[in-house]
């Protein structure tokens, strides 16, 4: 049982020590048709290639935030709602970002240099 405890505080201070010196990005989604990826309130339009936190607040149950780029490929499902985080290494090249279900009018894109 004490190895158990010992484990859990383990993880709970190694996770977020790894994330701390990570840029984070913010991803939305919904609840209207709306998408988003911004850094410190901006939109995100151009990132320079390296580790990433993106976390993905889909706030509607007729959308997800699905990302594509090069070695990328991560959503959230279409009729869930919630928070996700995910950490990425992101590389040289275009990234775009769309909900699948409304993909001609909610995208956007950003380039890594």
């Known amino acids: 049982m004490k190895l158990v405890a010992l484990a859990v505080l383990v993880a709970a201070l ?3 020590s790894a ?3 990570t840029a984070k990005l913010q991803g939305t989604v919904g609840p209207g ?4 990826l911004t850094q410190g309130g901006k939109k995100v ?3 320079k290639a390296g580790s990433y936190v993106f976390t993905i607040a889909d706030k509607s149950t007729i959308h997800n935030f ?17 928070t996700s985080t995910w950490k990425l290494t992101l590389k040289k ?21």
Do not use: E, R
Not at 33 to 36: A, D, K, P, S
Not at 66 to 82: A, C, E, R, W
């Open 14 to 16: 190694v996770v977020p």
């Open 19 to 21: 994330l701390a010196g």
């Open 33 to 36: 048709f709306t998408i988003t």
């Open 45 to 47: 339009t151009k990132l």
């Open 66 to 82: 699905h990302l594509t780029g090069p070695g990328v490929n991560k959503k959230t499902t279409v009729g869930g709602q919630g």
């Open 93 to 113: 090249g275009t990234y775009k970002y769309v909900c699948d279900p409304h993909a001609s009018i909610m995208k956007g894109s950003f380039t890594v240099s």
